[in-house]
């Protein structure tokens, strides 16, 4: 079975129209369920919603016509809902469910490193939107209690793409889908942040100066507050003519590595390197594409290209990683958690709790790790395949130990620029930036040390 919730709600059989609930509350409560299929929901949660916390004496009863109703309608294809407890539960069967459908692409779209394989998931997300949540069967109220994050979604990935459109070169096309958007929503500013750049790029400088003085005197009517940092960047760069609004809003060059997108290495340790996968370490909010470990197959792609995993051992945890996701995601996490006591190590030496952090890692990391004698005759430490999903986060940790621990350390510097932050080895006491063809030295001082 199909079930469509984006819009008003539609069931298919084999693409065929299924009569399900004559009743519009008969057609909410599925909804319900369905939108957490595999999950019980509590009988009180169904009469809380469907009556809206004002339910008659005899919702109970009500709830289980409902349900004996349904049962009979959706039994005939397959369709099986449970009594559970105190509750009633959508058996997962196979069933797909648009608005999962959504997520799953909106997810995959934010993981995407190609702009042109994000603009294509999120078309598919998007073509799946027929409407507000339930249109036929829930008012706003209801709709708002039962999952208001599905609209936040929408915009979300409304403005995903028009950035990827940006990337492409779409301007026209993005203008045109942010234009009524922006009109619905005058103050969410990421989204006047893309269409002022794509007004820009489009030549039409004016209309985004004035789209910004709209936005900002509507923040400062209603909430008292200016603009957020990002947008007055835009505006300020819109007003100077930046060449930087012409090209894509990311300062870094990147290689592909088994179909993966990789910073440029430039740090010149694998450590550092490390370190470099996030950009903009000094800029709050981070930029978009700022984080380059987008998934766990990132990570083992990239710590096999700059040599802290052999070959064998990178195909092997991508091997891992698609039999067991969730565990690669924990892992990710992990590996995120160290980068930052690592940066923080690297940049303030003062910085205690982040640098046992890294020592514990190192620890942990160090009776994984096998000596192995290499092709020139020369032995290295390589981790054991044993260490499972989490090898490349003590590979990148026992890395990070040997850089704190190396004179070395004392030559790191930081590039000043905040849409960079990375991290490079300066030991002629000679560069100014971690590369011209990175950041192109455009915050107009020198790399500190770090």
């Known amino acids: 079975m199909e079930f469509r919730l984006l819009g008003p709600f539609e069931a298919r059989h084999d693409g065929r129209p299924v ?39 005899t919702a109970r009863s009500a709830v289980q016509t409902y349900i004996g109703r349904l049962r009979g309608s959706l039994n005939p294809y397959g369709v099986r809902i449970s009594t559970r407890g105190e509750g009633y539960v959508v058996e997962e069967d196979g069933h797909r469910v648009d608005v999962d459908e959504f997520a799953d692409l909106v997810r995959a779209a934010g993981r995407a490193a190609d702009p042109t394989e994000r603009v294509r998931s999120l078309d598919r997300a998007l073509a799946l939107w027929r409407g507000p949540l339930l249109a036929d069967a829930a008012d706003d109220e209801l709709r708002d209690r039962l999952l208001g994050t599905v609209e936040e979604l929408r915009l979300v990935a409304v ?14 096309r993005a203008v045109a889908e942010l234009m009524p958007l922006a009109a619905q929503h005058p103050t969410r500013e990421h989204l006047v942040a893309v269409l002022m750049t794509a007004l820009y790029r489009g030549a039409r400088r004016a209309d985004a100066l004035r789209l ?19 947008l007055r960047e835009v505006q300020r760069r819109v007003l100077a003519g ?77 091997h891992l990683a698609r039999r067991d996701p969730k565990a690669a995601e924990a892992v990710l996490d992990e590996a995120r958690t160290l980068r930052a006591a690592l940066y923080a190590s690297l940049v303030d030496p003062d910085d205690g709790p982040a640098f046992e952090k890294v020592a514990r890692a190192a620890e942990a990391a160090a009776p994984t790790l096998v000596f192995r004698r290499e092709a020139d005759g020369r032995g ?6 044993a260490a499972g999903l989490r090898l490349p ?3 990148a940790a026992f890395s990070g130990a040997q850089l704190l621990a190396d004179p070395a350390r004392f030559t790191v510097r930081v590039c000043p620029d905040r849409r960079c932050g990375w991290l490079f080895l ?20 020198s790399c500190r040390s770090a």
């Open 242 to 318: 930046d060449d930087r609004l012409d090209r894509v809003d990311r300062p870094m060059h990147e290689i592909r590595v088994g179909d993966e997108s990789l910073p440029w290495s430039v740090g010149g340790h694998p450590a550092l390197d490390f370190c470099n996968t996030l950009a903009g370490w000094g800029h709050e909010p981070l930029l978009p594409g700022a984080e380059w470990l987008r998934g766990y197959r990132t990570l083992a792609v990239w710590a096999g290209h700059v040599g802290l995993v052999d070959e064998v051992s990178t195909n092997r945890l991508l």
């Open 393 to 395: 986060v003590h590979a």
């Open 19 to 57: 009569e399900v609930g004559s009743r519009r509350q008969e057609r909410c409560l599925l909804g319900v369920l369905l939108l957490d299929v595999g999950r019980v929901v509590p009988t009180d949660r169904l009469i809380d919603l469907l009556w809206n916390g004002r339910p008659p004496a």
């Open 212 to 230: 910004y003085r709209a936005t900002r005197e509507l923040l400062v009517a209603d909430f008292g507050v200016e603009p957020g940092p990002r």
């Open 159 to 172: 403005e995903l793409r028009a950035e990827a459109q940006l990337a492409l070169g779409q301007h026209t």
């Open 426 to 445: 300066d030991e002629s006491g000679l560069r100014r930036w971690c590369s011209l063809g990175t950041c192109g030295g455009r915050a107009g001082a």
């Open 380 to 385: 290295r430490w390589w981790p054991d395949l």
